[in-house]
Nanobody, 115 residues
Framework: QVQLVESGGGLVQPGGSLRLSCAAS????????MAWYRQAPGKQRAFVAT???????NYANSVKSRFTISRDNAKNTIYPQMNSLKPEDTAVYYC?????????WGQGTQVTVSS
């Protein structure tokens, strides 16, 4: 059973920072790339960033240079660090892994950027 548990969301002012986390169960963490997606109100879920087991990263253009994703293999956890947040970053953020062709999602964590 694959379980992904996100935390770290909240309310932040424009220009502020937040660090999310996603803890993964089992052995999947070191086997597959981990990713973050987000879903804003009224919009489809969209890719944010991904990190491979070796630490290679890829980002959506909308967050490049503002977001950084890292991983701690000892804790089976990934950490998106979100800086220079904008109101358009407001969304529910989801952790994702595709293991043996099956996608798994966390429960999501709300990030609201507002003054």
């Amino acid at each position: 059973q694959v379980q992904l548990v996100e935390s770290g969301g909240g309310l932040v002012q424009p220009g502020g920072s937040l660090r999310l986390s996603c803890a993964a169960s089992g052995t999947i963490f070191t086997m597959y790339p981990m990713a973050w997606y987000r879903q804003a109100p009224g919009k489809q879920r969209a890719f944010v960033a991904t990190i491979t087991s070796g630490g290679s990263t890829n980002y959506a253009n909308s967050v490049k240079s503002r977001f950084t994703i890292s991983r701690d293999n000892a804790k089976n956890t990934i950490y998106p660090q979100m800086n220079s947040l904008k109101p358009e970053d407001t969304a529910v953020y989801y952790c994702n892994v595709v293991a043996s062709g099956t996608p798994y999602w966390g429960q999501g964590t709300q990030v609201t950027v507002s003054s």
